[in-house]
């Protein structure tokens, strides 16, 4: 019994030893070598590298000037370049870094931004434009995502062939080609991830030895390449999500007493942790939007989802020329989502509509898409005594609206509207009348943006009727014929609904000197971290509002199994086509390796619950900390998905596959490669410090990885012609390549 609890005592301390092999001990640091390599397997291993490298940079090169026509997202990533290369502000549901790195390659071969990308199929021949170069980088970040992960599995501790193994499965993978060698996001993305999880692996090989330079070195790259991961995309937090796993297990461990590491040097890793991960990547995410505000200074396309106030700080804005409008003042009011103008005119409602609801057979107040005499309205006070004449209007003032050609107030009362009967009728009250329902047409202009005054075009504004606390809206449903086609306007009950905001475009007998001297100020300046703050929340909401149905969107559950692919580019004429599938082969493998791990996991549990252990240290430590870590990268870049309500894609799970194949090497290594000294039941005592094995690579292990590498590169083979589009497939051919039924190839049965 004694001689058992020893045992479990010394195995006990076992567990609480460096977690990947090639680490250093630093009880003998001059004495014992670190490295597990021999001089022959660092070549070995260098030149596994070099042709990996090669072989990656020809799969992404290859015949990457076809097509010579935008392909598929490139009508928006190629677009954005363009506009940073103007100076254009546009708006983009992803953070801005991918973008820019097209215009800066876009910038340094010449390019000037003058194509816009406006359509799938445009030409980049006749248009000028040096497509290639803008390719070259995707392309070349695509292929350096190779060595990354050989390097990634070395520094893990897995021998040559398992590294290779995991290199070649992301080298010859149909849906990593594809979406690489275009000018598209998904490469940088993958890039900077990879570069994330090898800087983590390097840091956290050298925590015996912490706050040294390594260590201080490979913390800071690991938050400068999280933070640069989330530049590119925000699904960039996953990979932030995998490497906080990982540190907050590091921080559990250390906080063991058998540590023995007192609080304050416990808080120092902490700290220093906080610094390394948390603030070095928020400052690098930070910097790029400060990029991007510096470089996006004129009005463009992307104007009208800001708000005013961030609209005012572009030149060539028309917020920031708008003019304060007074009382007295004859203007224009325009619906801020439908662009339609309040409007009205000398027709009346008819008595009764043709659901039977009786209507109050008032003048019609509509909403009209053109200018027109009829769309101007005199602003006025509440008080008919005090018309406040050259007064400018404040936000929440009280005012009443002429509608200037019918002579008439504008008006809303507790009568059900033609198309909604749950909102009120908007008509008008003439002047000829008596002053009884002078109240019924009184508004509270309550301002959203544009500061504390009303302004042409800068400020949005909302008309709260004051005696029935509507507002006045309008939508996209037109009147019958009795409303000549107009768009119906209602009062709302819905006060916070968002396309409530009216704005005023013009104000009527302006003349151009008095709008000159009105107009004609300085751009706003406006604070960094407010124009940062306002921009995250419109891309975070829009993101999520990508809710539109897509002919070739999928599910996160299709995406391991290839259920369903993307049609990228086509061109009838000579039949050839893009179509963006993975390598059906190494795909299906790599989730299945997912399902043997998960057995290898409760295998030993169970058997290490009996006593028994199977696997020796070295191989557990790896298979639990290594494979596990990749393990927690594949969960994190997949599973979030599923919580995700906006339209998702294939390409989502490009993060994801590049764990997974990772995964399936691993798998590859663990049952032909590991585990040469066979099973132990009970660990004996070690008395001097503890050296990491050489494994040993068996023949099987060789000819077993040469088999599915040939199989995979055959399969990837198969389908390049629908990777590339460089040759078209004639029906027999696209028939036996349609394995699935949602693979919706052009011209196939």
């Known amino acids: 019994m004694a001689s058992r609890e020893s045992s479990l005592r010394h195995r006990t301390a076992q567990q609480k030893e460096p977690l990947l092999t090639h680490e250093e001990d630093h009880t003998e640091p001059k004495k014992i070598i670190t490295s597990i390599f021999t001089s022959k397997e660092q070549f070995n291993s260098l030149l596994t590298l070099a042709g990996l490298t090669a072989v990656a940079l020809f799969t992404r090169f290859y015949k990457i000037y076809e097509p010579n026509e935008v392909v598929f997202d490139e009508v928006h990533f190629g677009k954005f370049a363009s506009y940073y290369l103007r100076g254009s502000y546009f708006f983009d549901v992803h953070p801005p870094l991918a973008k820019m790195m097209l215009a800066a390659m876009g910038y340094f071969i010449g390019y000037d931004g003058h194509f816009l990308f406006d359509s799938i199929g445009d030409s980049y021949i006749s248009n000028n434009v040096p497509y290639i170069g803008l390719r070259a980088l995707p392309a070349f970040l695509g292929a350096m995502t190779v060595p990354v992960v050989y390097q990634t599995m070395r520094e893990a501790g897995f021998p040559i062939v398992t590294c290779t193994l995991a290199g070649l499965f992301v080298t010859f993978d149909n849906m990593l080609v594809t979406q690489t060698r275009l000018i598209l996001l998904d490469s940088m993305l993958v890039f900077f991830m990879v570069c994330s999880i090898f800087s983590y692996v390097k840091f956290y090989k050298t925590r015996n030895n912490p706050f040294s330079t390594k260590w201080w070195t490979w913390m800071v790259a690991t938050g400068f390449f999280i933070g640069m991961t989330t530049s590119v995309k925000m699904v960039g937090l996953f990979t932030v999500a995998t490497v906080g796993v990982a540190v907050l297990w590091d921080l559990w461990e250390l906080l063991d007493i058998r540590r023995k590491l007192t609080m304050q040097e416990f808080m120092n890793h902490f700290w220093a942790r906080a610094v390394g991960l948390i603030v070095v990547p928020v400052v690098v995410y930070l910097f790029w939007f400060y990029i991007h505000f510096a470089i996006l200074t004129h009005s463009g396309p992307g104007d009208d989802f800001m708000s005013t106030e961030f609209q005012e700080t572009l030149q060539g804005n028309s917020m920031a020329d708008g003019i304060y409008i007074k009382y007295g003042d004859n203007i224009t009011i325009k619906h801020k989502d439908t662009s339609v103008y309040l409007h009205s005119h000398n027709h009346q409602y008819p008595l009764r509509y043709d659901d039977g609801r009786i209507s109050s057979a008032g003048q019609q107040v509509t909403g009209y898409s053109h200018a027109d005499i009829n769309n101007i309205w ?291 290594g663990f049952i032909f490669v590991e585990g040469v000294d066979g099973p132990i039941s009970d660990p004996g005592p070690e008395t001097r410090p503890r050296r990491a094995q050489r494994a040993v690579v068996s023949t099987e292990a060789y000819v077993t990885a040469a088999m599915v590498a040939l199989l995979h590169v055959t399969a990837f083979m198969y389908f390049a012609p629908l990777s590339y589009g460089t040759s078209a497939i004639d029906v027999e051919g696209l028939t036996h390549r349609k394995l699935l039924s949602k693979w919706e190839f052009h011209f196939a049965k």
């Open 378 to 668: 005199q602003i006025t006070s509440d008080d008919p005594n005090n018309l406040k004449i050259g007064e400018q209007v404040n936000d929440k003032d009280i005012i009443r609206l002429l509608h200037v050609s019918t002579s008439s107030w504008l008006l809303a009362h507790d009568v059900a509207s033609p198309t909604m009967s749950t909102n009120e009728e908007i008509t008008t009250y003439s002047t000829n009348e008596d002053g009884s329902r002078i109240n019924e047409t009184t508004f509270q202009i309550i301002l959203e943006s544009g500061g504390e005054k009303l302004r042409t075009m800068a400020s949005n504004f909302k008309l709260l009727h004051m005696d029935t606390k509507v507002v006045v809206w309008t939508h996209s449903q037109k009147l019958p014929e009795w409303g000549f086609d107009q768009q119906e306007v209602n009062g709302n009950k819905n006060l916070i609904q968002k396309s409530n905001l009216w704005l005023s475009d013009s104000i009527e007998g302006k003349n151009a000197t008095e709008i000159e001297a009105e107009a004609n100020r300085p751009v706003k300046k406006r604070n960094f971290f407010l124009k940062f703050l306002e921009l995250q929340g419109k891309m975070i909401s829009h993101n999520a509002g990508l809710t539109a149905s897509h002919p070739y969107q999928s599910g996160p559950i299709e995406w391991p199994f290839l259920i369903k692919g993307i049609s990228f580019w086509t061109q009838n004429d000579t039949r050839k086509q893009i179509y963006l599938i993975g390598n059906p082969l190494g795909m299906w493998l790599a989730i299945g390796s997912v399902a043997v791990i998960a057995g290898i996991t409760g295998a030993d549990v169970l058997s290490r619950r009996r006593g028994f252990y199977p696997l020796n240290q070295d191989v557990q430590r790896r298979f639990y900390n290594a494979t596990g870590f990749f393990v927690v990268g594949w969960i994190l870049h997949y599973f979030p998905f599923f919580l995700m309500g906006r339209a998702l894609f294939l390409h989502h799970y490009m993060p994801a596959l590049v764990f997974s194949y990772m995964l399936l090497a691993a798998v590859h």
